[in-house]
Each structure stands twice: as structure tokens, then as C-alpha cells.
RNA sequence: GCCCCUAUCGUCUAGGGGACCAGGACGUAGCCCUUUCAAGGCUAAGACCGGGGUUCGAAUCCCCGUAGGGGUACCA
């Protein structure tokens, strides 16, 4: 399956435990996973849990789960381990305290000392004579002695890289090419909080490189700062990854124009029925391989002509020259599309343990021997698998609920209704075999000598037996029923019909 | 405000100067198949954001608009 001519990819997912794993970390984590597995590389899975405040007790469980659920097995991180341990940002404090140390040793950064409200005032007043907003350099050129000194005395302090006042720097992008950036719209960016904690800037750069990450893929919204990690990279003299750069999504056409915001993926619940989460997916009935097909084809293409891939194929065909850089709007028809025709091509034996904790939920016991019977009538009709139970209910009730509305269509009245069930009832009482060889030209014969249309036995026997208007092929369906259900259902609603 | 990215059917996209009166997929509409519902088959409607260049020739290259998106935090 690896691309043996390829140099081995290791590729990073390093999401922050903030919130539910989701649509855009699937996405990423599966480019990760493929480029990875393509190439016979690694697929390492970090978490950069730098910022304290947002931190979320629930999103590392929440990641997990989804990730394994999809099949992208990481094979280094959090949980597996691997020799560039630990893989989480938090217990690696003074790594990346060590590297903050040399940058202003050299010179590249430097401790600040500034109060938040004297930087406050600055950037307003730079706002206010419509000069560029950023760090005024108060503290750029102390000595690093008295720096020391005044750490020593207990100043609170951040450290800053040192941004050149001109000139450019050019970040290489794979899918977008070369973007420039002019230094003097460039801060000082904080590296690391006063509270002796890295930002992510200097964190991921630093693990990036340590972890031998030799292509980062990560959301566009790092495009703006990626001059910084460029610089980052020169100034500790390290060798740049492949820089790629996702497109972003774009709320579903359904919900308006243009982003995705947090009340947006709260509204598509009530709006569309569906969800930005990846677990919530899961409970609706959606299954991986759709999922991973739907979200692998935004922003990414394989050819003009096909689009439906299972994972292993996606690993194959998998190429970031591929990608493309403008943003993507969801587009949740599609993905019930996907999920539906990657259920079609499902074994039965998969199909029926899949949709067999959707009826335990229901609160129907549906043993594996039914399940197995019924899966291949349900197979082609579901979208989801939570509509397993809907559409095959009546097959584990023992006393399905019939009612004249649910027996009567509204083509005729009752009076016709009671003749055609009766005259099937009677049919098939003498017949051991449910059939669709040794009943359907029977039925048919009958209505022809009954002067009808055979729709409308079929519809009437359908009616009663199920006490549904739709439902797999007939014949199919009694069979696994039985007969002596079958029977059973008929004499209930010929009883209830000359009532 | 300033900086950066992006721009082909409603949506996802193919296209990387002539092969394009722009191809595929989802969705939509119609027809066929059919005992219902699906699945499947066929057909139809549907797009190169606008304006300038460059060129014999532009959806494709350049510039300017416009629109959408991102950033502008001791968040990631």
C-alpha cells in the first residue's frame, strides 16, 4: 500500500483540548494520516494543551474516540507513546523554557517587562494615528543582565521575539506558492506567558522540529502568522517542514453565506437535522467510511471523473498537489449520499452488528439471526443507520398496532379494502410457501379475476401485515414474519375492518 | 483601519493559453424499471465575479476593482 519511491512523511495532528473533536480536525487528521500511511511514514498525534483557561477536561476523550472511531489509528502520541515522548505540551514546560533561554542569548528574543495596560494604551493610541499596531520596542533592547536582574527581583515578564523592523519574510506554502510578508506589519510576538508557559508559536515549532514533523498540515487561519514560525525556524537554525495550508469551511449553503461560526454548528442540529460533531455523527447513524470519503473530497480531488473511496483507496491516491486552496461551504446532502452508498457496499454480516445497537437503543432486543435476515431488505434504503429501526420495527413486534387509517388507502374506501384483504388472507392460508415464486402470480391471477389492479392486494396485505406504507419487497418480508404471523395480522384487520 | 488568502453550475470540483459552444459528482426536474419505498438506467436545466491588459488565441498569465474568508491576543 506505501509508496516505497517516497521519502517516509511524518505528520503531526495537534489539536488543543478545547472543545468536540469536529469536521475540520477530521479532515486535517485524515490528510495527516494518509500522507503518512502513503508513504510509509508516521502519523503522530499531539496535544497542545498550552492554554490553561480554555482547557476542557472532556475534548482529550472526545478526540480519541473520534479519531479511532474514524480508523485513523495514530501511531505515535498521547496513549501509544513513542521515542519523541511526551506528546503533550504540558509536560514539556522547560523544553520549550530552554529555547525561549537561547533565542534571547542570541538575540532573536528578549524578555518584556511592559504592564498589559500600558500596552493597551500604546496599541490605542497607535490605532488612533492609524499607524501600524504592534509592540513599540520598549523593552527590545535591554541588557540581558538587567533583564536578569529584574527577574531575579520578581518582575512578572513574558519573552518576545525579536521581529525586524524591515524588510520582508516569505513563507513557502505547498498548495499557494510563496506569500511575502512586509516585517514592519510584524509584532514582537509573545513566545512565552508570564506564567512560564509557551504559546503555541514557539511550542509547535519546537516539537515540530524535535518530532522530525516534515510536513505540517493546519487550518489557512496560520497563514498570517507564519512569518513568525519561519522566522522561528532561521533563527534556531532548523530546517523547515512542508508548510500546507488547509482551506478553510464555510457554513452549509442551507444556513446562509459565508463562515462557520459556533452558533451556526449549534443551529444545524435544529435546522438541518445534522452536526458539526464528529461523535454526534456517529449516534445519527453515519458511518466512517462516509464521513472519511465526504470531508477527504473538500478542498482535495482526485481526478475528473471519480469521487467514492474507501480509506485504504484514499491512502493510495492521496496527493497534496492536489489540494486546493479556496475555502469550502458543507454541504450535508452530499455527505448522505456518501454514507448511503458506502452502507450499500457493506457485508451483510458488518451491516447487521452495525445497526444492531441503533434497535438495543430503541429498546428492542434484535437478536443476530433476525438482524441477518432482515439487513439484506433494509440495506439499499438507508441513509443512516439509526433508519434501520424505523423501517424494520415491525418485523420484532409481536403485536404491531393497526388502526383504519393505517389499513385504508386513500385510493378506495373500507368496504374495498375489507374484500381485497380478505381475498388475500385467503390465498395465502392455503400456501406453506411465502415466496415471491410461489405467491406473486397467484396474487396476480387474483386480482386480475377479482377485476382489480394487483397493487391493490399487494398494498392491502402490505398494510396489515406491517402496518406500514413502506417496506421491503413483500414476499421478503412474510417470509421472515412467517406465516403464522402473517395469518395472525390479517384476521386482526379483517376484524377490525367489519367493525 | 491595516496585513494576508481565495474567486468555474445552488454545493463539491475538473481545467494549469488552443483538445472547452467548459467535463464529473451531489442536489433539483422529467422519463424508464417497479407491488410500496429505495436502488439502478436515461435525459434536462444549471457556472468561468466585473473591467482592463498580454497574446494570432485566455476559464487558464498580469493589473485594478468587487465579493467572500482569515489574521490583527500573555487563544490555538
Known sequence: MSNKNATPVRARFAPSPTGLTHLGSARTA??????????????????????????DPKAEE?????????????????????????YRQSERKEIYQKYARQLIEQGDAFYCF????????????????????????????????????RIANGEPY?????????????????????????????????????????????????????????????????LPTSPLHVRIYEA????????????????????????????????????????????????????????INWVAMMGWSYDDKSDFFTLAELVEKFSIEKLNPSAVALDFKKLDYFNAKHIRELSVEDLAQRIKPFFLKAGIDASDEILLKI????????????????????????????????????KWDLAATLI???????????????????????LRDLAKEMGVKPGMLFASVRNAVTGERQTPPLFETMQIIGKEKVLERLEKAITLLES
Open 375 to 410: 439487513t439484506p431488505l433494509i440495506q439499499e434504503r438507508l441513509t443512516t443507520l439509526n433508519q434501520a429501526v424505523e423501517k424494520a420495527k415491525f418485523f420484532f413486534k409481536d403485536d404491531i398496532e393497526l388502526s383504519l387509517e393505517k389499513l385504508q388507502e386513500s
Open 236 to 291: 534556531l537554525g532548523w530546517e523547515q517542514p512542508i508548510w500546507v495550508h488547509l482551506s478553510l469551511f464555510l457554513k452549509p449553503r442551507e444556513l446562509g453565506k459565508g463562515k462557520l461560526s459556533k452558533r451556526d454548528t449549534e443551529k444545524m442540529k435544529e435546522a438541518l437535522g445534522t452536526s458539526f460533531f464528529i461523535m454526534d455523527l456517529k449516534e445519527m447513524g453515519y458511518i466512517p467510511e462516509g464521513i
Open 158 to 222: 513574558v519573552v518576545r521575539f525579536k521581529m525586524p523592523y524591515e524588510g520582508t519574510t516569505t513563507i513557502t506554502d505547498f498548495v499557494r506558492g510563496e506569500i511575502s510578508f512586509d516585517n514592519q506589519y510584524l509584532d514582537d510576538y509573545v513566545l512565552v506567558k508570564s506564567n512560564g508557559l509557551a504559546v503555541y508559536h514557539l511550542a509547535a515549532m519546537v516539537d515540530d522540529h524535535l518530532m522530525n514533523i516534515t510536513h505540517v498540515f493546519r487550518g489557512e487561519e496560520w
Open 62 to 86: 472526545d478526540l480519541t474516540n473520534s479519531l479511532k472511531w474514524l480508523g485513523l489509528q495514530w501511531d505515535e502520541g498521547i496513549e501509544v507513546g513513542g521515542q519523541y515522548a511526551p
Open 30 to 55: 485524515l490528510y495527516d494520516y494518509l500522507i503518512a500511511k502513503q508513504t510509509g511514514g508516521q502519523f503522530v498525534l499531539r496535544i497542545e494543551d498550552t492554554d490553561q483557561k480554555r482547557f
Open 114 to 149: 511592559c504592564s498589559a495596560e500600558k500596552l493597551e494604551e500604546t496599541r490605542q493610541a497607535q490605532q488612533k494615528n492609524k499607524e501600524n499596531i504592534r509592540y513599540d520596542g520598549t523593552c527590545r533592547h535591554l541588557s540581558l543582565e538587567e533583564a536578569d536582574q
Open 420 to 442: 381485497y384483504t380478505k381475498a388475500a388472507y385467503e390465498l395465502i392460508k392455503k400456501t406453506d410457501d411465502l415466496s415471491q415464486d410461489a405467491l406473486n402470480q397467484p
